[in-house]
């Protein structure tokens, strides 16, 4: 599915900004490929349970994540990003 627009969330702007420059070139990769393709394979993406049955989150490396919704098909936003903190 391929992704014709991204919103962020304030929440999610501060939190990219507080991650480490590998985490947050490596989000910038994984942004395009996401684009492309918001269940590729590499980015583990998966619907998330409980409180955030509506979110779904993708991997940008092995602790860190980012947590989005879609708006519309192929419309997301972003709505946080860092370590499993951010399920809290």
Not at 4 to 16: M, Q, S
């Amino acid at each position: 599915m391929k992704i014709k627009e991204i919103a962020y969330t304030p929440t999610f702007k501060k939190a990219f900004q507080k991650l480490p420059k590998k985490i947050q070139l490596e989000a910038v990769n994984k942004e395009k490929i996401f684009r492309q393709d918001a269940f590729a394979s590499e980015l583990r993406t998966h619907k998330l349970k409980g409180k955030f049955k509506d979110y779904y989150s993708f991997s940008l490396a092995y602790s860190y994540r980012v947590v989005f919704r879609f708006l519309k098909q192929n419309q997301v936003l972003f709505v946080d990003c860092g370590d499993h903190s951010v399920y809290g």
